[in-house]
T-cell receptor, first 111, second 114 residues
């Protein structure tokens, strides 16, 4: 069983479209995250949720909206996609502040 | 704020060579320290961790020691293999703060040639 799974793995879409990435964890963790990895491999936190409550929103454009329907799921919806949104998006989960477990990533390409 | 600085790559080694990837950090609290590895086309995997000063994390022949006096967590391996080729990330999680997040270094690409 995959611990942190996100779908889709690849997403190619046109500018201006709206898309969603789904994430589920079966580890029983209370904290979930979205990270963005740019073309130079740099990883930056976007959002953090603890027990379904938003803890961190790191100056991400409001076109990005996370939704946590329950502790095991954290989805990412992106409106009006732009070329600069092209990146790899990673979902992760942890129990409090100890090590995080990452999904396989979603490679988003905006054309 | 918190930050992690790791040596820039790429690093290219021959099989069985000794590896060191330097990592230093700045944190307001008392952080936990991690090394993550990302193999080509894959997500991040935790390689090792240390949660307090002088702790040594180890896994798969890799080691790193939490040095509070030098604020460092350097990654070492005595004999690298071709299969170790990947991007390595040093990261910290500040246990004292209220934010739940990992702060990453910029990553170091390691290529091991046969």
């Amino acid at each position: 069983d995959t611990a942190v799974s996100q779908t889709p793995k690849y997403l190619v879409t046109q500018m201006g479209n709206d898309k969603s990435i789904k994430c589920e964890q079966n580890l029983g963790h209370d904290t979930m995250y979205w990270y963005k990895q740019d073309s130079k491999k740099f990883l930056k936190i976007m959002f953090s949720y603890n027990n379904k409550e938003l803890i961190i929103n790191e100056t991400v454009p409001n076109r990005f909206s996370p939704k946590s329907p329950d502790k095991a799921h954290l989805n990412l919806h992106i409106n009006s996609l732009e070329l600069g949104d092209s990146a790899v998006y990673f979902c992760a989960s942890s129990r409090g502040r100890i090590e995080a477990f990452f999904g396989q990533g979603t490679r988003l390409t905006v054309v | 704020g918190d930050s992690v600085t790791q040596m820039e790559g790429p690093v290219t080694l021959s099989e069985e060579a000794f590896l060191t990837i330097n990592c230093t950090y700045t944190a307001t609290g008392y952080p936990s320290l991690f090394w993550y590895v990302q193999y080509p086309g894959e997500g991040l995997q935790l390689l090792l961790k240390a949660t307090k000063a002088d702790d040594k994390g180890s896994n798969k022949g890799f080691e790193a020691t939490y040095r509070k006096e030098t604020t460092s967590f350097h990654l070492e391996k005595g004999s690298v293999q071709v299969s170790d080729s990947a991007v390595y990330f040093c990261a910290l999680s500040d246990q004292g703060g209220s934010n739940y997040k990992l702060t990453f270094g910029k990553g170091t690409l390691l290529t091991v040639n046969p």
